[in-house]
């Protein structure tokens, strides 16, 4: 098989992999060839529509585990093939100079010993820092069950490192993926965010930069959404969990897509897609607008509802905030109002230091008016009567706000959460 036929295999079978960024790193310019910033970089775009600036390709799609949701699992009748080292690093620096790409993602199928698979990520990450002296972006996947020696001597080439966890339950992990170990992938992440920490601490101290920072963009992790029962509320106080004990920058969520036939998977219509972006929102009150796991659902709420914004749903829950006077709230209070974001919050505390905020000056400070006047007061004095409860759920709707994101951006019963953090 020629480059190009392996190229676009292997490019295919990384689509499904979601956790994978283009920005976040602080490794400064090598004095070699590119460099990974902190800020965005020029985005490119796959054929199933994600935006990425990497090339984005499996070492090899061969794989050992039989996972019931991957398209690369041992018993799935696809072509198969592998990339050795150097012809990934031509990939890389040709795309590179052709302006295709900022950097590498490099994921592997399980093809032997994870120690080897893990060697073989590390020297292609190896060759591109020390040989062709390449200070763009890399991101390499961990493979859970490999030494901690070699996740260490990853995380000194690459910006990002992900160990892809997939499912939010031991039991689901156990009954769709039995070859996987949830205990393997979760020593995997704690002791990558060990070392992070490590780093940061060394760099503190030390001179900065004065030694190589370890995974400077910190870990990321995948989760599967619709292939097994588990509920909103198992997903997001995993996230949390996630979060707050394992120093994860990102968790990723990728709505199940029906590649194979399995008694065991779901028979979906289409991906839940939906469900999808719920969560995706319901992370970014986690990461940014100060939200717990438990206030998102609570223990009488299985799923984020389809209609409704997760922070909106909150609302609705505890009138009793609201309303949320901006010329006293505290910036957490406005972080809690429908339609006010990080920065129109920002831009709230700021602008009031200097002058009284009048109603008619927040769309103009990035508020969405159209949601956060239900539950915004001036001075005491509420910007709207909020109508009764069904009326206002209808009015803070995905049909009525028509698409407006500036508030931010299942089963009977679900296993509840089986991994230790201990």
């Given at each position: 098989m020629?480059?190009?036929?392996?190229?676009?295999?292997?490019?295919?079978?990384?689509?499904?992999?979601?956790?994978?960024?283009?920005?976040?790193?602080?490794r400064?310019?090598?004095?070699?060839?590119?460099?990974?910033?902190?800020?965005?970089?020029?985005?490119?775009?796959?054929?199933?529509?994600?935006?990425?600036?990497?090339?984005?390709?499996?070492?090899?799609?061969?794989?050992?585990?039989?996972?019931?949701?991957c398209?690369?699992?041992?018993?799935?009748?696809?072509?198969?093939?592998?990339?050795?080292?150097e012809?990934?690093?031509?990939?890389?620096?040709?795309?590179?100079?052709?302006?295709?790409?900022?950097?590498?993602?490099?994921?592997?199928?399980?093809?032997?010993?994870?120690?080897?698979?893990?060697?073989?990520?590390?020297?292609?990450?190896?060759?591109?820092?020390?040989?062709?002296?390449?200070?763009?972006?890399?991101?390499?996947?961990?493979?859970?069950?490999?030494?901690?020696?070699?996740?260490?001597?990853?995380?000194?080439?690459?910006?990002?490192?992900?160990?892809?966890?997939?499912?939010?339950?031991?039991?689901?992990?156990?009954?769709?993926?039995?070859?996987?170990?949830?205990?393997?992938?979760?020593?995997?992440?704690?002791?990558?965010?060990?070392?992070?920490?490590?780093?940061?601490?060394?760099?503190?101290?030390?001179?900065?930069?004065?030694?190589?920072?370890?995974?400077?963009?910190?870990?990321?992790?995948?989760?599967?959404?619709?292939?097994?029962p588990?509920?909103?509320?198992?997903?997001?106080?995993?996230?949390?969990?996630?979060?707050?004990?394992?120093?994860?920058?990102?968790?990723?969520?990728?709505?199940?897509?029906?590649?194979?036939?399995?008694?065991?998977?779901?028979?979906?219509?289409?991906?839940?897609?939906?469900?999808?972006?719920?969560?995706?929102?319901?992370?970014?009150?986690?990461?940014?607008?100060?939200?717990?796991?438990?206030?998102?659902?609570?223990?009488?709420?299985?799923?984020?509802?389809?209609?409704?914004?997760?922070?909106?749903?909150?609302?609705?829950?505890?009138?009793?905030?609201f309303?949320?006077?901006?010329?006293?709230?505290?910036?957490?209070?406005?972080?809690?109002?429908?339609?006010?974001?990080?920065?129109?919050?920002?831009?709230?505390?700021?602008?009031?230091?200097?002058?009284?905020?009048?109603?008619?000056?927040?769309?103009?400070?990035?508020?969405?008016?159209?949601?956060?006047?239900?539950?915004?007061?001036?001075?005491?004095?509420?910007l709207?009567?909020?109508?009764?409860?069904?009326?206002l759920?209808?009015?803070?709707?995905?049909?009525?706000?028509?698409?407006?994101?500036a508030?931010?951006?299942?089963?009977?019963?679900?296993?509840?959460?089986?991994?230790?953090?201990?």
């Amino acid at each position: 098989m020629d480059l190009g036929d392996k190229l676009e295999l292997l490019a295919a079978s990384a689509r499904y992999d979601a956790s994978c960024a283009s920005s976040g790193s602080s490794r400064r310019p090598s004095g070699g060839l590119g460099a990974g910033s902190p800020a965005g970089v020029c985005h490119s775009w796959t054929g199933d529509g994600r935006c990425v600036s990497l090339l984005k390709v499996l070492y090899s799609n061969s794989c050992r585990k039989d996972c019931a949701y991957c398209a690369n699992r041992s018993s799935a009748d696809v072509p198969r093939a592998s990339f050795v080292p150097e012809e990934l690093v031509r990939l890389t620096i040709s795309f590179y100079k052709r302006n295709y790409i900022e950097g590498l993602f490099l994921s592997s199928g399980v093809f032997a010993d994870p120690d080897i698979v893990m060697e073989r990520l590390i020297d292609v990450a190896r060759i591109l820092r020390q040989r062709e002296r390449f200070g763009g972006y890399i991101h390499l996947k961990a493979i859970p069950g490999c030494g901690d020696a070699l996740l260490r001597k990853a995380g000194l080439y690459a910006d990002r490192l992900s160990a892809n966890i997939e499912l939010p339950t031991a039991s689901s992990l156990a009954r769709l993926a039995p070859e996987k170990s949830g205990a393997e992938i979760l020593g995997a992440m704690r002791f990558m965010g060990q070392a992070e920490a490590e780093s940061r601490e060394d760099s503190r101290r030390a001179q900065r930069y004065a030694a190589p920072r370890f995974a400077p963009a910190g870990q990321s992790t995948q989760l599967v959404i619709g292939a097994s029962p588990d509920d909103d509320r198992t997903i997001i106080r995993l996230a949390g969990a996630l979060y707050g004990r394992l120093g994860l920058r990102r968790v990723y969520y990728s709505a199940f897509v029906p590649v194979s036939s399995d008694p065991r998977l779901p028979l979906l219509r289409s991906p839940p897609l939906v469900r999808e972006h719920r969560l995706y929102q319901a992370d970014w009150l986690l990461r940014f607008y100060g939200f717990k796991a438990e206030e998102i659902l609570g223990e009488s709420e299985a799923n984020l509802p389809s209609d409704l914004d997760p922070k909106s749903a909150w609302a609705l829950r505890h009138p009793e905030f609201f309303p949320v006077d901006i010329a006293t709230a505290e910036y957490s209070e406005l972080l809690r109002v429908p339609g006010v974001g990080v920065t129109g919050a920002g831009r709230i505390i700021s602008t009031r230091r200097a002058r009284r905020i009048k109603p008619e000056d927040l769309p103009k400070l990035g508020i969405a008016l159209k949601r956060a006047k239900w539950f915004l007061a001036s001075n005491g004095r509420p910007l709207e009567a909020a109508p009764e409860l069904d009326r206002l759920k209808l009015l803070l709707s995905d049909a009525s706000c028509d698409g407006d994101s500036a508030s931010i951006r299942a089963p009977e019963s679900a296993p509840q959460l089986e991994f230790s953090f201990a």
